[in-house]
């Protein structure tokens, strides 16, 4: 059910086009038939704006999920990044200990 608000806006904007229609010259049948095609026009106007909008909503929704998407993989990336060069500090750092070894047993 309409709220009243919406039902006065729906009978200022009949009035509206039944005035405009007036000017024009039109009467009866041809007056009803004006109104009812500006209805409908601007019904689809509000449909087509609607869809509009909704349109744009999934576009921004679709960017934020692709921007979600690249953190995560720079996230990833980064982890194994670190942990790519945590390994390498660990096998340079038994490299050392193993030419120290050598050269200590090489002093003895």
């Known amino acids: ?22 000017q024009m010259g039109l009467k009866g049948i041809e007056l009803r ?25 999934e576009y921004e929704n679709e960017n934020a999920k692709l921007a979600a998407e690249e953190q995560e993989k720079q996230r990833v990336f980064e982890t194994e990044k670190l942990e790519f060069e945590l390994e390498n500090q660990k096998i340079e ?16």
């Open 33 to 57: 038939v004006f109104i009812k095609e500006q209805q409908e026009m601007e019904t689809e106007e509000r449909t087509k704006q609607r869809e509009y909008e909704k349109e744009q909503r």
């Open 1 to 22: 059910m309409a709220s009243a608000t919406s039902l006065l806006t729906l009978a200022t904007s009949v009035q509206v086009l039944k005035e405009l229609g007036e």
């Open 93 to 108: 750092a038994e490299k050392s200990k193993i030419e120290a070894e050598k050269i200590k047993s090489r002093s003895r």
